[in-house]
């Protein structure tokens, strides 16, 4: 703004100065003059102000320029690491929901292999039912055939001693008796009245 200032000033004063060379000037001239000179000198150092101003502001709005683009990149940075963790979580979270999934479908097996285990062992516990009370059968049929045993044993120990008797009087009756040297009966046999 200055420098387009000072062309108007010189200007000024050179069309001015021709006019007093053209005639006479007064004292009122010189002053009117001076005082133009002063005014433009004003108006100079009020337009340089502005300007250095101007200046001053477009290097701050340039500073500011900057900084807010550092501000950008640094949210397209943090936006690009934003949506990196975001896709981590999604995958994480797919991941998750997998073996939610898997561990969903295993303890669904569990519940069959434990429903399937409950049955055998209801089955198993009356099969173990049933097997004692055929073993409580199968020890009074036993505790009959001893019994039955022991009388078939009896039976056969009396049939046995009363056909030893039999035979020792048989025997008896064959042999002659000749006094002292008459044959003696069997051990345990009782001697028959002639």
Do not use: I, W
Request: aromatic share 2%; net charge negative.
């Amino acid at each position: 703004m200055t420098s387009t200032f000072q062309p108007m000033v010189r200007l000024s004063l050179a069309l001015f100065l021709a006019g007093l060379a053209a005639g006479c000037a007064t004292t009122s001239d010189l002053e009117t003059v001076q005082k133009m000179v002063d005014e433009l000198k004003a108006t100079a150092t009020h337009a340089s102000s502005v300007a250095q101003e101007a200046k001053a502001n477009a290097g701050e709005a340039r500073n500011a320029a900057n900084a807010a683009l550092a501000s950008s990149n640094q949210a397209k940075a943090t936006s690009s690491e934003a949506t990196t963790t975001a896709n981590q979580a999604a995958k994480t979270a797919g991941e998750a929901r997998d073996t939610a999934n898997a561990a969903l479908s295993d303890s669904n097996l569990a519940k069959a292999a434990s429903s399937d285990a409950f049955s055998t062992a209801r089955q198993a516990e009356q099969t173990a039912a049933e097997a004692l009370v055929n073993s409580q059968d199968a020890a009074r049929a036993a505790a009959q055939a001893k019994v039955k045993a022991y009388e078939a044993s009896t039976k056969a120990s009396s049939a046995s001693f009363t056909a030893d008797s039999l035979k020792s009087k048989q025997d008896a009756r064959a042999t002659p008796e000749s006094g002292t040297d008459a044959a003696e009966p069997p051990k345990g046999v009782v001697p028959a009245n002639p």
